[in-house]
């Protein structure tokens, strides 16, 4: 079955960085899309970032465009955001994302929090 399982969520002061994981499997991962979502409290989940089955396309929403930066790793079926810069308002639960099979899979998701 398909599982997604995120990692490297933490607690970082504003202006710092992480990078987040996001381990697939149970399906050919290579061939598929493959996305970034976040929820903060009280709001409704969004997108952060896309990227193509083979990298060669990405996108950003507005908010983290220049800071963050998405990735992946088709040999060992890994995606990856590198976020810099981070901002309080960045905090949040990151999900992974993608839709093998005509379904939409999530990962249990990470936890930013972004504070002094």
């Known amino acids: 079955q398909v599982q997604l399982v995120e990692s490297g969520g933490g607690l970082v002061q504003p202006g710092g960085s992480l990078r987040l994981s996001c381990a697939a499997s149970?399906?050919?991962?290579?061939?598929?899309?493959m996305s970034w979502y976040r929820q903060a409290p009280g709001k409704e989940r969004e997108l952060v970032a896309r990227?193509?089955?083979?990298?060669?396309?990405?996108n950003y929403a507005d908010s983290v465009k220049g800071r963050f930066t998405i990735s992946r790793d088709n040999a060992q079926n890994l995606v990856y955001l590198q976020m810099n810069s981070l901002k309080p308002e960045d905090t949040a639960v990151y999900y992974c994302?993608?839709?093998?099979?005509?379904?939409?899979?999530w990962g249990q998701g990470t936890q930013v929090t972004v504070s002094s």
């Open positions: 994302n993608t839709n093998p099979f005509g379904k939409n899979y």
């Open positions: 149970g399906f050919t991962f290579s061939s598929y899309t």
């Open positions: 990227i193509s089955s083979f990298g060669g396309r990405t």
